[in-house]
């Protein structure tokens, strides 16, 4: 079963058409046709101004027409920057009355972690299709209940993991799928940076999902899953904090490793507290790497027999949000779905176990 399982996951992520019609999905609503799917943005902030409503600009398939925010001082410059509609703000008390408005299809929750959940069922109980970002919510059950409201109310739940879109990552899941190297024995993978943040900050409040693991973790965590195209078996894990001032209930670094079926295993570090940010695969006939594998520029990296993997110059949230729109325009399965989340958090909650137990070896 192990073995149909992540074959089965190989397929959806390369977007085979034969996965599709042979392994089967529930159908979905499908939006009434139009030039381009309409965009609503829950939380105005950082990532959604920096990365999103820039990169919903060069989308094809869908544009930027709607906002959420508790932040009133923030609609009026929005307004002017994208042409947003008086009729298209909400803030959070109102957000279920998107279901009276069909110029939005998707809602995009770019909210802190423990938020994720909530606000993910509020939208789809509006009959919008949700994106959600990493990590898709606080712990396993909490994914399972979003998944849930998505199923029942016949819409796309999928997580915003961009690095699944990438060219030189998807270089990566294909190389794992055909053993182009040989069979994969061990995988390194960081991600993390030196951060200083200020007091009050989410990040640094374990009731809101703060902590290097929840924020970073879940890119080295993914990446060995994709990889792999196997889901780990077992974990060990550590996390400690130099700086408890500043993340006095957190992980400021946590060191995991994970079992995989055939004695694979996968060491991985994330940390609020130093710079990382690579992925090493080694396997029995060579090697492959990319470094750095999760920045929103520049990912590239090498192969034992000389393959170079340049970086790709194209918008990275710009092109997860396209294809996103349209596996829902198509009725097929998006690359990453809520069950992609669902399955990683089944790891964080073991990794957190495991550490709160002096690095027991925990079987997921």
Not at 153 to 168: I, S
Not at 215 to 239: I, K
Request: glycine share 8%.
């Amino acid at each position: 079963m192990a073995d149909f399982i992540s074959r089965r996951s190989f397929l959806i992520r390369s977007g085979s058409a034969i996965a599709v019609s042979s392994f089967g999905f529930p159908s979905i609503i499908i939006p009434r046709k139009k030039e381009k799917l309409g965009v609503a943005l829950v939380g105005l902030g950082n990532y959604s101004t920096n990365q999103l409503a820039p990169g919903l600009l060069q989308t094809r398939h869908c544009e930027l027409r709607g906002i959420v925010t508790g932040s009133p001082e923030k609609i009026p410059v929005w307004q002017e920057r994208y042409g947003i509609a008086d009729r298209n703000v909400y803030n959070y008390e109102t957000m279920h009355t998107l279901a009276d408005n069909d110029e939005i299809d998707i809602v995009y929750i770019v909210l802190p972690n423990h938020l994720h959940a909530k606000y993910s069922i509020i939208g789809a109980e509006a009959g919008k299709h949700v994106w959600c970002e990493k990590p898709m919510a606080m712990n396993a059950e909490e994914c399972l209940t979003m998944i849930d409201a998505a199923e029942k109310n016949r819409v796309q739940l999928t997580v915003g993991y961009r690095m699944q879109h990438e060219p030189n990552t998807k270089t990566i899941i294909r190389y794992g799928a055909e053993q182009k190297f040989g069979r994969i024995k061990e995988i390194e993978s960081a991600g993390g940076f030196n951060g200083n943040f200020p007091e009050g900050n989410w990040r640094t409040i374990a009731a809101k999902g703060g902590g290097a693991m929840f924020d970073m973790g879940v890119y080295p965590l993914n990446a060995a899953r994709y990889s792999t195209g196997l889901e780990p078996v077992a974990v060990r894990a550590t996390q400690h904090t130099d700086r408890p001032e500043m993340f006095p209930d957190v992980d400021e670094h946590t060191n995991f490793e994970l079992e995989f079926p055939g004695g694979i295993v996968a060491r991985c570090e994330t940390s609020f507290g130093k710079n990382m940010n690579h992925l090493h695969v080694s396997c029995t006939d060579g090697w492959y790497r990319l470094e750095p594998f999760l920045s929103y520029t520049d990912v590239q990296g090498e192969a034992s027999d000389g393959t170079q993997l340049p970086p790709d110059t194209a918008h990275q949230q710009a092109r997860q949000m396209d294809n996103d729109t349209l596996a829902i325009i198509e009725n097929k399965p998006p690359v990453v779905p809520g069950e992609e989340g669902l399955a990683d958090m089944r790891v964080v909650d073991a990794i957190f176990k495991s550490a709160s137990e002096n690095g027991r070896r925990v079987e997921i």
